[in-house]
């Protein structure tokens, strides 16, 4: 049986990446019995090339096309040497970050056409979607103080506020386009709140799986 792909989406400072392994430790206890491993991983990166070409994309100026063309490049050897075994050997897969997030950041944010990157999309992964995308939201200004209390910031985390605008618009205009996949987290609420609602989402994608 093939395995489930959950990607976790979200401006910098939205807080996925805090329920990230609660959601990875939730699943592992649930698949326990049917001996099924749950795999995390992470764009741009996942891979040791891709972890490589992550130093690069985050922290060196280039230009916009090449910044996506490199997204895609690192996504589509992820995709060949991490997730796609994973989903064929019966596991569940957990990505920080997927395609979702090209079209907010490059697309949204840095105004790449869309066009292209629907086309890159297209080649990339023609076949490949997440069962389920968390996309968690928070208003501006509570994921900057959130971005403003942490470690050194990358080059898209010390992009201006118009541009984590632009990104949260097209991140929000993806879910609406599929909302069969995506489920919009308000991560403005509590920890406990935000896990109660992750567990009872993936446990529906459970029992769909049986």
């Known amino acids: 049986m093939r395995g489930k792909f959950i990607s976790f989406e979200g401006i910098d400072g939205a807080g996925k990446s805090t329920h990230i392994r609660y959601v990875a430790d939730y699943l592992q206890q649930r698949l326990k019995a049917q001996k099924h491993q749950v795999i995390c991983s992470r764009e741009p990166g996942g891979t040791p090339l891709g972890e490589q070409l992550r130093e690069v994309l985050l922290k060196q100026s280039m230009h916009l096309e090449t910044e996506a063309l490199l997204m895609f490049a690192v996504r589509r ?124 989402i993936v446990d529906q994608l459970l029992q769909q799986a049986e």
Do not use: C
């Open 77 to 200: 050897e992820h995709i060949a040497q991490v997730i796609q075994p994973a989903l064929e050997r019966g596991d569940w897969m957990i990505s920080d970050r997927f395609t979702d997030a090209s079209f907010a950041y490059q697309g949204g944010g840095r105004h790449l056409s869309l066009e292209k990157l629907n086309q890159l999309e297209q080649w990339v992964h023609p076949d490949l979607q997440p069962d389920i995308t968390f996309l968690f939201d928070v208003p501006l200004e509570v994921a900057r103080a959130r971005l403003d209390a942490t470690r050194e910031l990358d080059k898209f985390e010390q992009e201006k506020a118009q541009f984590f605008a632009d990104t949260r618009n097209e991140y929000l205009r993806r879910a609406a386009q599929f909302p069969q996949r995506f489920r919009i987290i308000d991560s403005t609420r509590s920890i406990p709140e935000i896990q109660q609602e992750l567990a009872a």
